[in-house]
């Protein structure tokens, strides 16, 4: 059973800064990705950002210059460093990984950690 575990949610003020940590465990071959995503009230779940076995990285237009997403490999874990925050930030925020179990690739997702942005 492959489980994503997050963490570093929380409430914050406009500019400032939050990290969210997901870590995958269970049993599994191999990792292809890793990401977050968001979810506002009464909006669809969109990307903010992903990080590939090779290096690669994807952010969302909104988050370019401000969020910063990064992998240690050896402990499973992405995190999404936050800085700069804006109220429009408020969501709850998904981990997504790519996982291969035994051939194929499946999509696993965290349970969501809430990120609240206001003063």
């Known amino acids: 059973q492959v489980q994503l575990v997050e963490s570093g949610g929380g409430l914050v003020q406009p500019g400032g800064s939050l990290r969210l940590s997901c870590a995958a465990s269970?049993?599994?071959?191999?990792?292809?990705?890793m990401g977050w995503y968001r979810q506002a009230p009464g909006k669809q779940r969109e990307l903010v950002a992903t990080y590939t076995n090779g290096g690669s990285t994807n952010y969302a237009d909104s988050v370019k210059g401000r969020f910063t997403i990064s992998r240690d490999g050896a402990k499973n874990t992405v995190y999404l460093q936050m800085d700069s925050l804006k109220p429009e930030d408020t969501a709850v925020y998904y981990c997504n990984a790519r996982i291969i179990v035994f051939l194929t690739p499946s999509d696993y997702w965290g349970q969501g950690t809430q990120v609240t942005v206001s003063s």
């Open positions: 269970g049993r599994f071959f191999s990792i292809t990705s």
